[in-house]
């Protein structure tokens, strides 16, 4: 299972003694499981894994990509987009910064290094009933809240239990399967999971971020707020501005700062964000100093736009580092909802008018692949004909499937890189044909004989100079398309209701992927405003694949599932696939020192680098 993601929200107003204390009490399923398990011999662990395997020795000292002398101080800064009107991440309403999750501690934490593994963070260890429906954590008697007030068993139970019923779809639907939580005593906590439950469930529950129970009782949890909520992380939020920039502030006595998993990280006195709705306007601000590091994501100012003074004086460096992850997916993804989509035949055509290789050479200098896949660079992708094991996972929706998903997996059109590539914009046209369209006076028609119209939806004009000449291409065809940006609020909820034609999307794919992907692409979450399958994919083939997916015993068994999977999205064609690198583009000021080597799965700047007083006068290095 991947580390889990920190995302949550409330919704209920927990307001008074009496709403703490249920609360905090103990559910009877909870009470009836920990009573069954106490009988059982229960086997202990001091971490979790997916599959059981932990890279690390139980008594390691330090994960291996920080460095123990560390220095402290500093400011850390980076760039992020958008905006931000709350300071609750965890809930659908309002717009947060994600970065908020970072003042709360979880059971356990992640490694930078393994994808699928946890260990303790607030919990010392952790013990699994036989049957693995129960899990027993024992927390650390030193776990203490930002004001001082201890971390308890309590505050566990009345976390989990605000997220499963008052959180953010997601949330609430990853934590579906947990059965009941409970507190034993200030130092233990009981978690019962559905039997059947999958196999991230229980890595999934340790890495959520807790809350003060006591803090909650007299505020709502499912309303945006602009007041700092009360963390027990390494830091908390110190000055922001909405719309302007974001920090937080190392609590200098912190309680977990000497334990394994934080032991040469937490090294900035400060680390801030600085928000930008335009990547141009974004790296003026980093050329001026206004901010010190950064990860690229746009080729054009990656391969041409590193040509200022301080660049040129080596006052700032850039590098690439090697990207161990599955890229982010990313592509122009269809409303499948909006009946003029409903055809796969005419979502090929559009895919046919989108040029990748022309768009590469000419906009984004050769430095990215196109995307065919939707776990690239790793090896869950579908490749060649299914093998064996592929083939008697797809056999039983043989009848709902296209034939040719028995023999290579669907590739996404590659063009000739002239930009207007004859030979598959006659295709699009031989595929809008066989779908019933029709040319009149140069418009073409659906077969109901409305006009074929497209609005690609976004709030940034970033890839503006991308979807031009896709909509070019689309508009030879007769295809009414255009380009709308919105401001990210409207766009935001815009995506929550559904109401777009196409937009681009990106997704992280886990590493070893399981729970969340019925909250991605499962047909239940299709018939969900605000869930994260906004393209409405609903096959049950698809969600079929996604329930093996979550109950297998071993990676070996995921493979075969995730590439049928794989073969079985990709030959919906629900999307335009775009482009990915597998590669990191970062580039800071000279002003930090850092580890021997970054973590396999992250460039740790922000978490391992540290602040190097000495390279900053160096080179003149003054803060704006």
Known sequence: MTQPEKHISRRAVLAGGAALAAAAAAPAGAKEAGAAAATQEWTQAYGLSVFGDLALPADFKIFPYARADAPKGGTFSQDTEGAFNSLNPFILKGDAPGQVAMIFDTLMTGSLDEPDALYPLVAETVALSPDKNTMRFTLRKQARFHDGSPLTARDVVFSLQVLKDKASPAIRRLLADMESASAPDDLTVLVAMKAGHSRQLPLFIAGQPIFSAKYYAARAFDETTMEPPLGSGAYKIGKFEPGRFIAFDRVADYWGKDLPVNVGQNNFDVIRYEYFNDRTVAFEGFKAGFYTAREDRTSFIWAKEYNFPAFMQKRVVKETLPDARIPQTQGWFFNLRRPQFSDPRIREAISCCFDFGWTNANIMYGLYKHTQSFFENSDLKAQGAPDAAESALLEPFRAQLPAEIFGPAYLAPESDGSGQDRVLLKRALELFTAAGCKRDNGALLLPSGAPLTIEFLDHSSALERHTQPFIKNLKLLGVDARMR??????????????????????????YSPGEELAAQFGSQAAAQKGSANRAGIAHPAIDALIAKAQLVNSRAELIP???ALDRTLRIGRYWVPQWFKPERWLAH????????????FDPGMASTWWWDEARAKAIDYKAK
């Open 589 to 600: 000021w000279d002003v930090y020192g850092r580890p021997e080597r970054a973590p396999r």
């Open 485 to 510: 940006i919105v401001d990210t609020a409207q766009y935001s909820q815009r995506m929550r209701d559904f109401d777009f034609d196409m937009s681009v999307m990106a997704m992280l794919m886990a």
């Open 561 to 563: 599932i995730i590439r």
